[in-house]
C-alpha cells in the first residue's frame, strides 16, 4: 500500500522536529549545568591559598597550575569557559590569593585582570645599610638569595660597580617597594641600587655651583650624614651650609652621627667623651673631611641639600631639643647656644 506522500512529509517534520527539540533541551541543560558549576563557590584546602601562575603559560596549563596549587577547577570545563569568554590570550602570570568559596568564574576573573598579590617592602630613610639587610632578610614574601652573602659580594650579584668598597652604605634608596611573592630579594636590591643613582644623578645635575665635593659619591656622603643629623626637614640645606662651610675653611665636622657609625655594635645609646677621642676612620672629631664612605640611606630631602645647601657663614649649630636647630656664626654665639639649649636643661 503506498503512503500519502503528504503523510510521510509529515512525519518526518514531526521526527526532527522532535530530534531538534531534544538537542535544545539538551544544550538548554548544558548550558544550565555549566553556569551552575561556573559559579559554583570551591572548597579550598587550606582555605585561604596562593597559586603562581607561570610566565607564558598556555590556558590547559594554567588549569594545572590551579589544580596543583589547590584550586579544584575542572579543567575541560574551566577551558570551554575561558573560550566562551574569550579570554583566553587575556590570563596574566603572577601570585594570586584565593579563598574558599571562591568560583571558577571568580577564579577565571581574577586572572584575567591579573589581580595579583602585591607584597610590600619598606626601607626606610636614615637606616643603616646592615638594617636594610636584616629588614629584607625577615620578609617572609621574599625569596631569599642573598642568604650568606657578603656585601660585597650582593654588590656583585646586582651588577654594582661599588663592589670593590664591600660597603653598600647609602647606595640604596629608602622606598617602599611591591613585588610578588617569592621574589628574589636581589631584585629589591637591584631595584633600590638602579633608583638611588637615577635620585643621586638628578640631584648632581641641578647642584649648586662650588661645592667642597669631587664626586657625587662624595655629596651621597654628605647627605647621609644630613640624614642623621636633623629629622626636620626645613633645617636640613642649614646643617648642608655648616659642613659644606666646614669643609671649604678645613675645619672638622665634628658630627656624632659619624661617631656613632664608626663604633658599630659597641654603641650602647649615648656617646661619652672618651668615643669623641677613640680615633676610627669614621670619627671626624679625630679626622678631617668626610669620612670614607656614606653612614645611612639618604632620602631625596637630603640629596637636595647636600647639592644645594643654604646661603650661609655658619659654621655652628646645636639642637633646640623641639627637633629643630639654631645656627650660629661664630663659636662665642654658638656657645650662648649650648648654654640655652643643651646645659641650660
Given at each position: 500500500?503506498?503512503?500519502?506522500?503528504?503523510?510521510?512529509?509529515?512525519?518526518?517534520?514531526?521526527?526532527?522536529?522532535?530530534?531538534?527539540?531534544?538537542?535544545?533541551?539538551?544544550?538548554?541543560?548544558?548550558?544550565?549545568?555549566?553556569?551552575?558549576?561556573?559559579?559554583?563557590?570551591?572548597?579550598?584546602?587550606?582555605?585561604?591559598?596562593?597559586?603562581?601562575?607561570?610566565?607564558?603559560?598556555?590556558?590547559?596549563?594554567?588549569?594545572?597550575?590551579?589544580?596543583?596549587?589547590?584550586?579544584?577547577?575542572?579543567?575541560?570545563?574551566?577551558?570551554?569557559?575561558?573560550?566562551?569568554?574569550?579570554?583566553?590570550?587575556?590570563?596574566?602570570?603572577g601570585n594570586y590569593e584565593f579563598k574558599t568559596g571562591?568560583?571558577?568564574?571568580?577564579?577565571?576573573?581574577?586572572?584575567?585582570?591579573?589581580?595579583?598579590?602585591?607584597?610590600?617592602?619598606?626601607?626606610?630613610?636614615?637606616?643603616?645599610?646592615?638594617?636594610?639587610?636584616?629588614?629584607?632578610?625577615?620578609?617572609?614574601?621574599?625569596?631569599?638569595?642573598?642568604?650568606?652573602?657578603?656585601?660585597?659580594?650582593?654588590?656583585?650579584?646586582?651588577?654594582?660597580?661599588?663592589?670593590?668598597?664591600?660597603?653598600?652604605?647609602?647606595?640604596?634608596?629608602?622606598?617602599?617597594?611591591?613585588?610578588?611573592?617569592?621574589?628574589?630579594?636581589?631584585?629589591?636590591?637591584?631595584?633600590?641600587?638602579?633608583?638611588?643613582?637615577?635620585?643621586?644623578?638628578?640631584?648632581?645635575?641641578?647642584?649648586?655651583?662650588?661645592?667642597?665635593?669631587?664626586?657625587?659619591?662624595?655629596?651621597?656622603?654628605?647627605?647621609?650624614?644630613?640624614?642623621?643629623?636633623?629629622?626636620?626637614?626645613?633645617?636640613?640645606?642649614?646643617?648642608a651650609a655648616v659642613f659644606a662651610n666646614r669643609l671649604?675653611?678645613?675645619?672638622?665636622?665634628?658630627?656624632?652621627?659619624?661617631?656613632?657609625?664608626?663604633?658599630?655594635?659597641?654603641?650602647?645609646?649615648?656617646?661619652?667623651?672618651?668615643?669623641?677621642?677613640?680615633?676610627?676612620?669614621?670619627?671626624?672629631?679625630?679626622?678631617?673631611?668626610?669620612?670614607?664612605?656614606?653612614?645611612?640611606?639618604?632620602?631625596?630631602?637630603?640629596?637636595?641639600?647636600?647639592?644645594?645647601?643654604?646661603?650661609?657663614t655658619a659654621l655652628y649649630f646645636v639642637s633646640r631639643?623641639?627637633?629643630?636647630?639654631?645656627?650660629?656664626?661664630?663659636?662665642?654665639?654658638?656657645?650662648?647656644?649650648?648654654?640655652?639649649?643643651?646645659?641650660?636643661?
Open positions: 500500500m503506498q503512503s500519502n506522500p503528504a503523510t510521510f512529509r509529515m512525519s518526518l517534520l514531526k521526527k526532527c522536529f522532535a530530534a531538534g527539540a531534544i538537542v535544545v533541551v539538551l544544550a538548554a541543560a548544558a548550558i544550565a549545568g555549566g553556569y551552575h558549576w561556573a559559579n559554583s563557590p570551591l572548597d579550598l584546602n587550606p582555605a585561604q591559598l596562593d597559586v603562581t601562575v607561570k610566565p607564558h603559560s598556555s590556558l590547559r596549563s594554567v588549569t594545572l597550575q590551579l589544580n596543583r596549587g589547590g584550586v579544584p577547577v575542572e579543567p575541560e570545563l574551566f577551558v570551554i569557559m575561558t573560550r566562551l569568554l574569550g579570554l583566553q590570550s587575556e590570563l596574566k602570570s571562591v568560583s571558577p568564574y571568580e577564579v577565571l576573573q581574577k586572572i584575567a585582570r591579573g589581580d595579583v598579590n602585591e607584597y610590600v617592602a619598606t626601607i626606610i630613610e636614615g637606616w643603616t645599610f646592615k638594617r636594610m639587610r636584616a629588614e629584607l632578610d625577615a620578609n617572609p614574601a621574599l625569596k631569599h638569595d642573598t642568604a650568606g652573602m657578603s656585601d660585597a659580594d650582593l654588590m656583585n650579584a646586582i651588577g654594582a660597580p661599588e663592589a670593590s668598597i664591600g660597603n653598600g652604605e647609602g647606595l640604596f634608596f629608602p622606598d617602599t617597594y611591591l613585588f610578588d611573592k617569592n621574589t628574589s630579594d636581589l631584585d629589591v636590591y637591584r631595584r633600590a641600587y638602579h633608583l638611588m643613582r637615577q635620585r643621586l644623578d638628578e640631584a648632581w645635575l641641578a647642584r649648586s655651583p662650588n661645592l667642597p665635593y669631587k664626586t657625587p659619591y662624595d655629596a651621597l656622603t654628605m647627605a647621609s650624614i644630613i640624614e642623621k643629623e636633623t629629622g626636620k626637614k626645613s633645617d636640613r640645606p642649614m646643617v671649604r675653611v678645613g675645619m672638622p665636622l665634628q658630627t656624632d652621627p659619624t661617631v656613632i657609625y664608626g663604633m658599630g655594635d659597641s654603641y650602647a645609646g649615648h656617646i661619652r667623651k672618651k668615643d669623641l677621642q677613640t680615633d676610627t676612620p669614621y670619627n671626624t672629631y679625630t679626622r678631617m673631611g668626610l669620612p670614607p664612605t656614606p653612614i645611612s640611606l639618604p632620602g631625596v630631602a637630603s640629596l637636595q641639600a647636600a647639592m644645594n645647601p643654604a646661603q650661609s631639643g623641639d627637633g629643630s636647630s639654631i645656627f650660629s656664626d661664630t663659636l662665642g654665639d654658638h656657645n650662648k647656644a649650648v648654654d640655652k639649649y643643651i646645659r641650660g636643661q
